[in-house]
Nanobody, 117 residues
Framework: QVQLVEAGGGLVQAGGSLRLSCAAS????????MGWYRQAPGNQRELVAS???????YYADSVKGRFTISRDIAKNTVNLQMNSLNPEDTAVYYC???????????WGQGTQVTVSS
């Protein structure tokens, strides 16, 4: 069973930065894609950023230029560097991993990010 464990959430003032990390129980390269989603109260879960095996990245328009997704091969983690945070970024952030060929989708438990104004 694949496990994804997030770390790095917390409380930060507007304009600050946080770095989230997602540790996978299997090699991160065993997944076709890994990404970060977020869900604010009353909102649907939305894709924030993703990275596929070949390294191509995707960002939601709302975070382009502020967030960066990356892989740390040595630590077997996928990270999300979040800069210039604003209160609208407040949400629970979830790590996601997909294996497309077998239609498997995995989620972490979520980590709270709160940005104060």
């Amino acid at each position: 069973q694949v496990q994804l464990v997030e770390a790095g959430g917390g409380l930060v003032q507007a304009g600050g930065s946080l770095r989230l990390s997602c540790a996978a129980s299997g090699s991160i390269f065993s997944f076709n894609a890994m990404g970060w989603y977020r869900q604010a109260p009353g909102n649907q879960r939305e894709l924030v950023a993703s990275i596929i095996t070949g390294g191509t990245t995707y960002y939601a328009d709302s975070v382009k230029g502020r967030f960066t997704i990356s892989r740390d091969i040595a630590k077997n983690t996928v990270n999300l560097q979040m800069n210039s945070l604003n209160p609208e970024d407040t949400a629970v952030y979830y790590c996601n991993a997909d294996r497309w060929n077998v239609d498997e989708h995995y989620w972490g438990q979520g980590t709270q990010v709160t940005v104060s104004s």
